[in-house]
């Protein structure tokens, strides 16, 4: 039986008519292929053009959340900042006292403030639902810790600011009961008036306060001016991916739209 086949293969072979079919058989394969290959790489092309459109908005939307991440932090810092000023002054006063009575409220009033964050990470969340990688690994790095640590880090830092001055609003404490009148807080202005600013008990608790809080001002500004800076570092790495050739031509079109 082999060698019956065997016979016929050959007279095929032999066959003028079977090598035209032959290779107009192979031509149809060779186009299927062709064909095949063509269309994987045009899908491909076009996954790929998806995946660029998506990361470049992702990108452009994470670069705005840091720029209002930005706004909130700035606010942090000049906080701290005059409250470290009027700490320092107020501690100054009290170790070197004079004869001349000084109205402390308006340093007081610096001191007994605190900020509310809320930490802006909608985009990185959605970046994160969706499964999107960030092509440039090194700054797909970044973007996480970013979001996953230093975010963290500053709001914890950030709350425990608010926990100490909420800590002396609600106590019953000499500068609690010393207060006439407040407009503090989370406010953008803190404007405190009181019924003896000169009153021995209430300058003794305030200085005690001061000294346990002066440190934990200083670490929060600190933390925050660091955390500043990585947020402009972070936004001038996205910036420069976004300008980018692969990313650019779809950030003109999102403006354009």
Not at 44 to 58: D, G, L, R
Not at 182 to 211: C, M, R, T, W
Request: net charge positive; aromatic share 10%; no cysteine.
């Amino acid at each position: 039986m082999l060698t019956f086949f065997r016979k016929i293969r050959k007279s095929f072979i032999r066959s003028e008519s079977f090598q035209k079919y032959l290779l107009y058989a192979l031509g149809e394969i060779a186009l299927v292929v062709i064909g095949i290959l063509l269309a994987l790489q045009i899908n491909n092309w076009n996954e790929a053009k998806i995946i660029a459109e998506n990361e470049a908005y992702t990108l452009n939307e994470i670069l705005n959340n840091l720029n209002e991440d930005a706004e909130q932090i700035k606010l942090v810092v000049n906080r701290r900042e005059k409250a470290k000023i009027a700490i320092a002054k107020m501690l100054e006063q009290f170790n070197n006292p004079s004869n001349k009575r000084i109205d402390i409220s308006a340093d007081v009033s610096s001191f007994i403030m605190f900020e509310r964050y809320f930490p802006l990470d909608n985009a990185f969340e959605m970046m994160k639902s969706t499964g999107l990688k960030i092509a440039n690994k090194s700054l797909r790095t970044k973007i996480s810790r970013y979001y996953d640590f230093e975010q963290n880090k500053i709001a914890k830092s950030i709350y425990d600011i608010e926990e100490v001055i909420l800590r002396i609003f609600n106590s019953d404490n000499p500068i609690r009961t010393n207060i006439l009148k407040s407009q503090s807080g989370a406010g953008l202005e803190s404007n405190i008036s009181f019924v003896d600013v000169y009153d021995p008990e209430f300058l003794h608790f305030l200085k005690q306060e001061l000294i346990l809080f002066r440190d934990n001002n200083k670490a929060t500004l600190d933390k925050a001016i660091h955390f500043l800076k990585l947020n402009q570092i972070l936004s001038s790495k996205i910036e420069n991916e976004l300008k980018t050739t692969r990313l650019n031509k779809y950030i003109i079109k999102l403006n354009t739209e």
